[in-house]
Antibody, heavy 123, light 111 residues
Framework: EVQLVQSGAEVKKPGESLKISCKGS????????IGWVRQMPGKGLEWMGI????????RYSPSFQGQVTISADKSISTAYLQWSSLKASDTAMYYC????????????????WGQGTMVTVSS | QSALTQPASVSGSPGQSITISCTGT?????????VSWYQQHPGKAPKLMIY???KRPSGVSNRFSGSKSGNTASLTISGLQAEDEADYYC???????????FGGGTKLTVL
């Protein structure tokens, strides 16, 4: 079965660091761009950035450049999203998603989604 | 403020057709035939319904169709069903930085 499985919910304090994960299985993880999408409570979807696990080529939305780091370990088919210093405004659901066969690479057509990781930042 | 503009809500009765618009600019929707549409039910991950303007992924009903005119893309759902009630988001490739932008989302209510 083709799937992305994300790490569990996190509760953190402002200023703490965090790294969440997204493990792919059932397909060639290194061959398709994986992206991260933020959804703040009650709000819409925001494209954060993407990574190509095959060579770790990474692209960020200007809104998230410098705020988060996207990485991948192709040896274990896992992508990551990390923060060095969380803020309360980082409270959101974070989805990883992968592009599939036949779509234009890097253009936002994600057909495989993880279940989401809820990150809560509160003092 | 989202980069792409969608109506906050639309509604229709079972069996009817509805269209959701997604207005961008000549830098995104107008320049590329790379608009995707997502359906999101409450508490669930989004689902890809349309990509590259009008293509349907395997398994998506042919009641869903996409089109584009100028800087505006549209999603049409024909033969509305209760299960179509959800939030719908458009997104478009926008070139190298910001790469991809989303619309603010449209809540579809099936009356």
């Amino acid at each position: 079965e083709v799937q992305l499985v994300q790490s569990g919910a996190e509760v953190k304090k402002p200023g703490e660091s965090l790294k969440i994960s997204c493990k792919g299985s059932g397909y060639s993880f290194t061959s398709y761009w994986i992206g991260w999408v933020r959804q703040m409570p009650g709000k819409g979807l925001e494209w954060m950035g993407i990574i190509y696990p095959g060579d770790s080529d990474t692209r960020y939305s200007p809104s998230f450049q410098g705020q988060v780091t996207i990485s991948a370990d192709k040896s274990i088919s896992t992508a990551y999203l990390q923060w060095s210093s969380l803020k309360a405004s980082d409270t959101a659901m974070y989805y990883c998603a992968s592009e599939g066969i036949g779509v234009t690479p890097g253009a936002g057509a994600f057909d495989i989604w993880g279940q989401g990781t809820m990150v809560t930042v509160s003092s | 403020q989202s980069a792409l503009t969608q109506p906050a809500s639309v509604s229709g009765s079972p069996g009817q057709s509805i269209t959701i618009s997604c207005t961008g600019t000549s830098s995104d929707v107008g320049s590329y035939n790379l608009v995707s549409w997502y359906q999101q039910h409450p508490g669930k991950a989004p689902k890809l319904m349309i990509y590259e303007g009008s293509k349907r992924p395997s398994g998506v009903s042919n009641r869903f169709s996409g089109s584009k005119s100028g800087n505006t893309a549209s999603l049409t759902i024909s033969g509305l069903q209760a299960e179509d009630e959800a939030d719908y988001y458009c997104c478009s490739y926008a070139g190298s930085s910001p790469y991809v932008v989303f619309g603010g989302g449209t809540k579809l209510t099936v009356l």
